[in-house]
């Protein structure tokens, strides 16, 4: 029966409406940034477990253990796990960093930091549930002029990287719009609300004169990337350069790439 209330809920035509961010939405807002920023982890800990690299360490350190504990099956299983727990420390560290960076900058105080500079914007989606509004998604957008046109704040590592792309360098006066905070709950995935929310950025950015729209993911963002890739977005570069220790970038095998797209 619960299933074919979901195929009916499925085929059903969901109306979604975006609006301006409220005072009044930060603890639904601030809730959905944290559920959208923790779900990558486990993503990113089996994507980095799946490599090669850590499969042999893995192997190597189980191997270990079995000899050190006397042919003990225990203690293999003990020291592969520790090897596991590193790198999934390793992967939650980089993105509660990232979180707890964006808390106490532009998300401790939306109204003043997207609201009040008419180059940005921070907007939320509602979806119509029986006669209520619920909020399942929300997109952001800063923009970039005048100064800022030779430099980017990269939000993952808290540093500014110089230069542009060819991207950069054929948008005019090299103002543009950056868009973050781009989430959907998870339970109205593949409504096409992603694409709603990316639509409502780069008609903000045509609005405002920016002459290409960026965005930062993380590589174990896998249907993020598709979306964007679909919507017209291309990428311009990749690093592993954050917050974090350079070690724990390096186990934990993230990759930020940026990706662009002329409007």
């Given at each position: 029966m619960t299933e074919l209330k979901n195929e009916i809920l499925e085929k059903r035509v969901i109306q979604f409406s975006i609006r301006e961010y409220r005072p009044s939405d930060q603890h639904v807002v601030m809730s959905l940034f944290q559920d959208g920023i923790f779900e990558h982890v486990y993503p990113a800990?089996?994507?980095a477990m799946s490599h090669p690299d850590h499969i042999g360490v893995a192997l190597s350190i189980s191997m270990a253990g079995y000899?050190?504990?006397g042919s003990s099956y225990f203690q293999a299983l003990l020291f592969g796990s520790a090897w596991a727990g590193l790198i999934y420390y390793c992967c939650h560290d980089i993105y509660e960093g990232y979180m707890m960076r964006r808390q106490s900058t532009d998300m401790a105080d939306i109204q003043a930091s997207y609201l009040e500079n008419p180059d940005n914007g921070f907007w939320v989606a509602e979806a119509d549930i029986n006669g209520?509004?619920?909020?399942v998604g929300m997109v952001a957008v800063i923009g970039k002029r005048g100064a800022e046109e030779g430099e980017r704040f990269e939000d993952w590592n808290g540093g500014v990287?110089?230069?542009g792309s060819e991207l950069a360098q054929d948008?005019?006066?090299g103002s543009y719009g950056e868009m973050c905070h781009m989430v959907v709950a998870f339970s109205w995935r593949r409504k096409k609300l992603g694409s709603q929310l990316t639509r409502k950025a780069l008609d903000f950015?045509?609005?405002r004169g920016f002459g290409h729209l960026v965005l930062d993911v993380s590589s174990p963002q896998t249907a993020a990337i598709?979306?964007?890739e679909k919507a017209g977005f291309v990428q311009t570069s990749s690093h592993r350069n954050t917050h974090a220790n350079r070690w724990f970038s390096n186990l934990a095998r993230i990759n930020v790439m940026r990706m662009e797209k002329l409007i």
């Open positions: 800990f089996f994507k000899v050190l504990g209520q509004s619920k909020m990287t110089g230069g948008a005019g006066d950015c045509k609005e598709s979306l964007f």
